[in-house]
């Protein structure tokens, strides 16, 4: 039935013509934007796990940033330890040469004791950030005998969230520490007390630290001596240890650091999985989709001359 009160050609085609820029909407706001969930209402579930995991990412960036730092922190000491022994083992050498006989223990006590300020120097020097391992007072409210360092930023599968830590010991590190637990005794690696079993003072014993040792003192003699080469001997085997230890850490943080970056950029492929748009998808919908606005027009163009048609009917 031909009717001019409802045109039923039209409304279809109308109707079709909507759907057309509907679909053209949505096709052409994926491409400016890259994202075919770029909002809660394309997708509710995709959208709210893409946001959460994007603030996990986030936050693992600051604890890449703190691995950053605790590395540094870490390189920082581990050079000043390694310089530090290579300044005790020459300390050693001259101990050794002051067993030969006839030599002036003097002069080999000068450079000895130019040795024993450069290692003050180097300890007081490895800090970063305010943080120093090497040079500590135990003795202070502040003193911590552990440092952490943020490793991971985990959530648990109900949705709960931690942070992990890298724990190192800072006393096996510390070279220097003159007033350990505020008991007033030295516990440094170079300023721990030792005492000879010479005659050194006149009383059977003269108490030194690689940090203090005099081969001029008073009756010393090479037992003194003996034991002043197998004490810094034994302390640069601490510091030895210690060096090998902080160059363990160093490297697990630098393994964190990778595993951290590579957790990052899989979070960041899953989240595009889920909300990227395909372009190449997206650019092929769109020629159609002008393909078929276009018809719908003439489709609409047609019903709407319908009437005209019927109009000359009456001519």
Do not use: C, H
């Not at 300023?191 to 940090?211: E, P, R």
Request: hydrophobic share 40%; net charge negative; charged share 15%.
């Amino acid at each position: 039935m031909s009717s001019i009160m409802t045109n039923t050609s039209a409304m279809t085609a109308l109707k079709s013509l909507q759907q057309t820029n509907e679909r053209m909407d949505i096709t052409q706001a994926r491409i400016s934007t890259g994202y075919r969930v770029s909002e809660a209402a394309d997708n509710a579930a995709y959208w709210s796990i893409a946001t959460t995991m994007r603030s996990d990412n986030a936050a693992l960036g600051t604890v890449q940033d703190a691995l950053g730092l605790g590395s540094a922190k870490i390189d920082v000491a581990y050079t000043g330890m390694n310089s530090a022994l290579d300044v005790v083992n020459e300390i050693k050498v001259k101990l050794v040469a002051a067993r030969e006989p006839g030599i002036d223990r003097t002069k080999i006590q000068s450079e000895i004791t130019e040795l024993q300020e450069q290692l003050v120097g180097i300890a007081e020097s490895a800090s970063f950030s305010g943080a120093n391992w090497l040079s500590v007072d135990s003795s202070l409210p502040i003193y911590s005998a552990t440092t952490s360092i943020v490793s991971s930023f985990n959530r648990a599968n109900d949705g709960t969230v931690s942070v992990a830590t890298i724990d190192i010991d800072i006393t096996s590190t510390a070279l220097f520490d003159p007033d350990s637990l505020g008991a007033g005794v030295p516990f440094g690696i170079l300023d721990t007390q030792f005492t000879t079993t010479g005659a050194g003072a006149g009383t059977g014993g003269l108490n030194i630290s690689v940090s203090t040792l005099d081969i001029t003192a008073a009756d010393i003699d090479d037992v003194d001596i003996d034991d002043m080469i197998s004490f810094v001997d034994q302390q640069s085997q601490i510091m030895t240890t210690a060096a090998s230890n902080l160059g363990a850490f160093k490297s697990r943080v630098n393994m964190q650091n990778q595993f951290v970056t590579n957790l990052m950029d899989a979070i960041e492929r899953g989240v595009g999985q889920l909300v990227d748009a395909d372009m190449t998808e997206e650019s092929t919908k769109l020629q159609a989709l002008q393909v078929q606005q276009q018809l719908g027009v003439q489709a609409l163009s047609i019903a709407n001359s319908n009437a005209q048609t019927i109009l000359s009917l009456f001519q």
